[in-house]
Structure formats: structure tokens, C-alpha cells
């Protein structure tokens, strides 16, 4: 039986995330913006946070954290890595390791570019992914303290994933990354499409996350350094891909 997941938008454009095992009735909350809208969530469902998985030490993805441990009584896990800078965990990881939700088990990434220490859960028996603000819809991370060549490092690492991973990603920014993403991307009839598909989708405020793997491998600007055609488009025919890479990170924080 796979994990049930629910996207709970929190703050402005933050996302957070339920994980629940049916069979076993544990859940997971993936990072805290805020506690009362995960609270009211768990409520409505009447589920209980059993463990709290922590992306990374920025405020909008941990603020929330005392106060729904304090509450739920809730597993704080988190990278070690980053314990000087995270609230304070119960369980610090690693990448390689392996955190149990139920009878669901999930693999901790380094996806570190964003943040050095940022992670990721992979539970491929649920097909899901949550990257928080590394690998996002359409988009990535700003380098605020990692390497281009290591953001590349990390989405390339998850871009090895099965096509059928759905991305559960951080924020609602698919609609300006899908507006950058043309501008990289002008002929790719599959972008074209999403895009027209997430205008629809934020018209009705609908969210426009997860999102599939094999989505983000065809139309995402970032996973598709390594192209002959992204790679000429931007003069930069004989660049390696992690190059070409860091002149699409330096064109999005200027757009």
C-alpha cells in the first residue's frame, strides 16, 4: 500500500505536505511553513503527525516545526549536516539513508545547490519525491549558498529517477518559471502545452504541483542543460552542461 499524500499550501506561495500510511495511520509532515495549516489539516482528516521531515534550514520551510512537534509530539528528522542550523531533531540523517513511514520507506538525497545540506525524500514504492527547493515545477532553486556544478550534480542525481516520480516541490512558481522556460525554450511543443495547461490551472488557483518526473525531463529548462538545441540557442554549442547550466541559473535571476 503506497503513502497518501496532500498538498497543503501554507504562507504565500509555500507548500508543505502530508504523508500518510493507511495501513498504519503514521504520518509524515514534509517541512513546516506554518503549523496552523498543517494542524487543520491533519484535524479535518484525523490523522496525527508522526514524524516531521525537514528540506532545509530556511525559514519558510521550518518556522513552523516547534510548534507542530510541540503539538503532535512528532519525529523531527532532518540532515546532520545541517543540525547547527535546523530546529532540534530527533533523528539526524544522511544522504544514503533510509527513513520509515509505516510500512513505506524513503531514501534521503543530497540535493545540495540551493543550500549546502539540502536534502530530499525519495519513496519510490509511492512514486514520490519531495524536493522542496531544489528540483522544482518547471523550475530550480537560486544558488543561495551551493555551486552551479553542484545544483547540477543534485538534479542530474534526481533526474536519474523513474519518469513516473511525481515531483512534490517547494512553491507555487510554475507559472513565471513556465514564462522563463519559453524564453530558453521557444520551439518545444511539449513546453508550449504546459504551459497553456498551468495558465488554465492558476486561473482557477489550482495548484500545479506534483508534477511528473518525465514532465520536468522534457520541458524543464534547468534538467535540460545538456541539449544540443538549449546548448546552441544559448552560444554555447561546445560548453559542458553544468556551463550551460549556470548561464540558465544567471539568465532566471535576471528575468
Not at 8 to 30: F, Q, S
Not at 50 to 78: C, E, F, Q
Not at 90 to 117: C, F, K, L, Q, Y
Not at 133 to 140: E, I, K, P, Q, V
Request: net charge negative; hydrophobic share 45%; with cysteine.
Amino acid at each position: 500500500m503506497t503513502l497518501e499524500i496532500v498538498t497543503v499550501p501554507c504562507l504565500k506561495d509555500n507548500y508543505a505536505y502530508l504523508a500518510h500510511d493507511p495501513a498504519t495511520g503514521a504520518t509524515a509532515v514534509i517541512d513546516v511553513p506554518a503549523a496552523a495549516p498543517l494542524l487543520n489539516a491533519l484535524r479535518d482528516r484525523g490523522w496525527k503527525a508522526s514524524h516531521i521531515l525537514i528540506t532545509h534550514h530556511h525559514d519558510d520551510h521550518i518556522v513552523g516545526v516547534p510548534a507542530l512537534a510541540a503539538a503532535t509530539g512528532a519525529r523531527v528528522i532532518g540532515a546532520g549536516a545541517d543540525a547547527h542550523r535546523l530546529p532540534q531533531l530527533d533523528e539526524a540523517v544522511s544522504p544514503g539513508d533510509t527513513i520509515r513511514i509505516g510500512m513505506d520507506e524513503g531514501a534521503v538525497i543530497d540535493v545540495s545547490g540551493h543550500t549546502i545540506g539540502h536534502v530530499a525524500f525519495h519513496f519510490p514504492a509511492s512514486n514520490a519525491l519531495f524536493t522542496a527547493d531544489s528540483l522544482m515545477a518547471l523550475g530550480c532553486g537560486r544558488l543561495f549558498e551551493g555551486t552551479a556544478p553542484q545544483m547540477w550534480a543534485s538534479l542530474s542525481r534526481l533526474a536519474r529517477l523513474p519518469g513516473n516520480t511525481k515531483v512534490y516541490s517547494g512553491h507555487e512558481y510554475t507559472a513565471s518559471n513556465a514564462r522563463f522556460a519559453l524564453e530558453i525554450d521557444p520551439d518545444n511543443t511539449d513546453l508550449m502545452a504546459r504551459a497553456k495547461a498551468v495558465a488554465i490551472a492558476r486561473e482557477k488557483n489550482q495548484p500545479t504541483v506534483p508534477s511528473l518526473l518525465s514532465e520536468e525531463l522534457a520541458t524543464n529548462p534547468f534538467l535540460r542543460a545538456g541539449r544540443p538545441e538549449i546548448k546552441a540557442r544559448l552560444g554555447l554549442a561546445n560548453a559542458d552542461d553544468a556551463e550551460v547550466f549556470a548561464e540558465i541559473r544567471r539568465r532566471k535571476d535576471r528575468f
